[in-house]
């Protein structure tokens, strides 16, 4: 009896304790979600501002669609994102014979900084955004 006691306890700690981990590393995609004003800076045509609009994946639960990634154009360019926590990864992929990777961060659930590369074939783009939440 003491045996099965222990064995549950043990269970109910193990499962306790990856709950807590996996609350410390998840941030809610409502927190992605909505429409940003994208200020970016562009080594090859260097500074702009336009709105983006970040959605939940269709079918991924951790990753999120940005359209309009790069100003390429509203329903043209949906950049696919995995997310882990606030941390953000733009895996290669190519957007409208754009190939785009990179990296970003989410602060205080209004602010998202970016770095990527934006290639058509012309060479390298290095690009920097802070993407600003307006609901």
Same mark, same amino acid.
């Given at each position: 009896?003491?045996?099965?006691?222990?064995? /549950?306890?043990?269970?109910?700690?193990?499962?306790?304790?990856?709950?807590?981990?996996?609350?410390?590393?998840?941030?809610?995609?409502?927190?992605?979600? $909505?429409?940003?004003?994208?200020?970016?800076?562009? &080594? &090859?045509? $260097? &500074?702009?501002?336009?709105?983006?609009?970040?959605?939940?994946?269709?079918?991924?639960?951790?990753?999120?669609?940005?359209?309009?990634?790069?100003?390429?154009?509203?329903?043209?360019?949906?950049?696919?994102?995995?997310?882990? $926590?606030?941390?953000?990864?733009?895996?290669?992929?190519? =957007?409208?014979?754009?190939?785009? /990777? $990179?990296?970003?961060?989410?602060?205080?659930?209004?602010? =998202?900084?970016?770095?990527?590369?934006?290639?058509?074939?012309?060479?390298?783009?290095?690009?920097?955004? =802070?993407?600003?939440?307006?609901?």
């Amino acid at each position: 009896m003491k045996k099965i006691i222990f064995y /549950s306890f043990v269970v109910t700690l193990l499962f306790s304790c990856q709950k807590d981990d996996e609350k410390d590393n998840s941030s809610p995609i409502s927190n992605f979600t $909505g429409t940003w004003v994208c200020e970016e800076n562009s &080594q &090859q045509l $260097g &500074q702009s501002i336009y709105s983006v609009y970040i959605n939940p994946h269709s079918s991924i639960a951790n990753r999120i669609v940005i359209d309009n990634f790069y100003n390429i154009g509203v329903q043209l360019s949906y950049a696919q994102v995995e997310l882990n $926590g606030n941390n953000l990864n733009l895996f290669l992929q190519n =957007i409208n014979g754009f190939d785009v /990777s $990179g990296s970003g961060t989410l602060i205080n659930n209004s602010q =998202i900084n970016m770095s990527y590369i934006a290639d058509d074939g012309s060479g390298p783009d290095n690009v920097t955004a =802070i993407f600003t939440k307006t609901n």
